[in-house]
């Protein structure tokens, strides 16, 4: 492979893997809806600023409308509810959770008369058993609320998705996806007041340094290298780190802040990953 894939390949894999261990040291000075606010809202700008410099068209109203739209849904039920979710749950029970939006997505795209093949209805019905029984691990039965935040984060993440994908166009390129974050980050912000939070200040040096970190390497950088890959590299590559940031994510959990994970879980994360893995490869087959 050219070393920019590998390259794409690595940023997806172990930043996007790593970015739910550093929102749970963030939490510790910023609150959910402020932490991934702030964050969004910070990069979308220094992104928006940098095509504009370089050339870009400015998103019209209709691209600005949908940005709204999408980012609503992707940022601020998707990744408001994963930080929400992370106040109560280990980070890498909830990226095995996460790990379920791909089949969501293709159960969605049944509205758009896009029916899965056998080999995909097959992982999509695996990777559901696998969530039912990592809803039933001790991590999300000790908090019925984080279960619940997960759920609706990957539901409003995968809905934004597909909406993007088939009726909600973004600006071309890397400006639409600078849009996005930057009414995604409004969005939050504005969920934010709503709950009253208040960031601890100043920040402990941890918790700023895993921001600056969600900000540089988790926005920045990965959802950059994701984009490339989306446009030079087949779906099902671009798509494979929706099962390697799991097990990157468990497992720093575990080394790295001491998160308990019990073999139960270990085994319903597998099988969802395995759900995953045949879907993928479902969807990579060609049809008549």
Not at 139 to 165: D, E, K, N
Request: with cysteine; aromatic share 10%.
């Amino acid at each position: 492979m050219p070393p920019l894939i590998i390259f794409c390949l690595a940023a997806t894999w172990l930043v996007w893997g790593s970015t739910y261990l550093a929102i749970k040291y963030a939490l510790v000075s910023f609150p959910p809806f402020f932490q991934m606010g702030t964050r969004f809202l910070f990069a979308g700008v220094l992104l928006l600023a940098w095509m504009r410099w370089r050339g870009a068209a400015w998103p019209d109203r209709t691209q600005w409308r949908h940005a709204l739209i999408v980012g609503t849904l992707m940022l601020g039920g998707g990744m408001g509810g994963t930080a929400v979710a992370e106040v109560t749950v280990g980070s890498g029970l909830v990226v095995a959770f996460i790990a379920v939006s791909p089949l969501m997505i293709a159960g969605l795209n049944l509205l758009w008369g896009i029916k899965p093949g056998r080999l995909e209805a097959a992982g999509i019905g695996l990777g559901l058993a696998g969530v039912l029984m990592l809803t039933q691990g001790a991590g999300f039965q000790a908090s019925p609320a984080g279960l619940a935040a997960i759920a609706i984060a990957c539901a409003t993440w995968s809905i934004g998705s597909v909406l993007s994908q088939r009726s909600l166009p973004l600006a071309p390129g890397a400006m639409g996806f600078a849009s996005e974050m930057v009414c995604g980050g409004v969005v939050l912000l504005v969920l934010s007041a709503i709950a009253g939070e208040r960031p601890s200040w100043p920040p402990q040096p941890l918790a700023a340094a895993a921001w600056l970190y969600l900000v540089v390497f988790g926005s920045l950088i990965a959802f950059n290298a994701y984009m490339v890959l989306l446009a030079r590299a087949s779906a099902g590559l671009a798509s494979s780190y929706t099962f390697v940031n799991p097990v990157i994510a468990m497992l720093l959990g575990v080394a790295v802040a001491g998160e308990v994970v019990t073999g139960f879980e270990w085994l319903a994360a597998g099988v969802v990953l395995c759900g995953v893995v045949l879907m993928l490869r479902g969807a990579a087959r060609p049809r008549a």
